[in-house]
């Protein structure tokens, strides 16, 4: 493919201090209109007169945009030049590929748990739940380092007013003196936000899981997923049947 073909970023948006959304479109896209949410794809930047090499990124949209976005946070040399990409530029992008989330519909209770950047499949599914009017009761927990980390709390706190969706928010640095697990808002909306303090441990899951028949979903560092399977074990959740993703590429 040359770079008068590629499909080309449209839009770049900061969305924190660490992580950026790049917007892109063209030709060839009606194999991206019938993938499932939460799928990821790999893309090759032109620049400088060369493509990069390739890296994979979850579609953090919705499957029925328009526009395909990605939403990357720095962690090497690749992600570190997304903020400076220019509207314009070439971009080839393969897939969709994966099964993370695959039938995410089909399940009534549904437990999401992000670490970090591990959002960006969470957030295509549950656009795709906006879009297609879902019913589905989903609690989510997104674990970050502060609330700055946090650079979709404002859309999800949107999304909670129409989806049966409850966020908890989980900061590991520790909170403001006075500050525990405190319930945003119950107003009579359908969703609500809350903030927990410290790691997600067996007390904390118990705090907000409504029942462990739920299918659960994890994605995030290895790290974290290992000591939340840990924590979901001493729950009374199989670990086996958690779906799990971890942003681990297969790089030589
Ligand atoms: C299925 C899938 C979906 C993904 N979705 C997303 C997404 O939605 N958003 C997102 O931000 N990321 C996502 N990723 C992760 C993303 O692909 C990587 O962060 C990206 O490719 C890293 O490229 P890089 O060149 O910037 O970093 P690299 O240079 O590859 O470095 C990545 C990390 O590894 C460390 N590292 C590099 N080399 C070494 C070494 N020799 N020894 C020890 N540590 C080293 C770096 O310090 C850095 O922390 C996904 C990955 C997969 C597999």
């Given at each position: ?18 992580t ?37 990124f979850?579609?953090s ?15 090497g ?73 946090a ?47 410290g ?22 560092p ?15 959740v ?15």
């Amino acid at each position: 493919m040359t770079q008068d073909n590629a499909l080309k970023i449209v839009k770049v948006e900061k969305e924190n201090h660490d992580t950026t959304s790049i917007y892109f479109a063209g030709p060839d896209m009606e194999r991206f209109k019938t993938r499932k949410p939460g799928q990821f794809a790999s893309i090759r930047i032109f620049r400088d007169g060369a493509w990069s090499e390739a890296h994979p990124f979850t579609l953090s949209c919705a499957p029925g945009e328009e526009t395909l976005r990605m939403t990357i946070k720095k962690s090497g040399a690749f992600t570190s030049t997304i903020p400076d990409i220019a509207p314009g530029t070439p971009i080839q992008c393969s897939g969709p590929y994966g099964q993370f989330c695959k039938d995410i519909g089909a399940s009534r209770e549904i437990v999401m748990i992000a670490g970090g950047v591990g959002i960006t499949p969470f957030l295509s599914v549950l656009r795709h739940f906006q879009e297609t009017g879902a019913d589905n009761a989903i609690l989510l927990f997104w674990a970050n380092k502060t609330p700055d980390d946090a650079f979709a709390a404002q859309e999800l706190e949107d999304l909670t007013q129409s989806l049966k969706l409850h966020v908890v928010h989980v900061f590991s640095r520790v909170a403001p003196a006075g500050q525990g697990a405190a319930p945003a808002f119950s107003d009579g909306r359908p969703g609500k936000i809350s903030h927990e303090y410290g790691r997600l441990d067996q007390a904390m899951l118990l705090r907000h899981l409504v029942s462990t028949d739920a299918s659960f979903y994890l994605c995030g560092p290895p790290s974290m997923q290992q000591a939340v399977l840990a924590e979901l074990s001493r729950c009374g959740v199989d670990p086996g049947k958690v779906d799990k993703e971890a942003f681990i590429s297969n790089k030589p």
